[in-house]
């Protein structure tokens, strides 16, 4: 087997001035995670840059119920 990860799904979600990458992954161990990224352009350098976070699916319940109990009022 290589050391290629594998995705088995992912979605995008265009927003002003950024784009964020919902990626699903499969690790070495055959259990599944979850890949977030923003990428956004960078006027002054022409760069586009990068950042993420990785949960895994241990990870997934806690991090859906924190979202919810987001007030934004």
Do not use: C, H, P, W
Not at 45 to 73: A, C, H, M, P, V
């Amino acid at each position: 087997m290589d050391n290629q990860k594998q995705k088995i799904s992912g979605q995008i979600l265009k927003l002003k001035g950024k784009t964020i990458f919902f990626d699903v992954y499969k690790a070495i161990n055959n259990s599944n995670y979850l890949k977030i990224t923003e990428s956004r352009f960078d006027k002054e350098t022409k760069q586009s840059k990068r950042y993420s976070i990785i949960l895994f699916k241990e990870d997934i319940e806690d991090f859906r119920k924190t979202l919810g109990e987001i007030n934004l009022e």
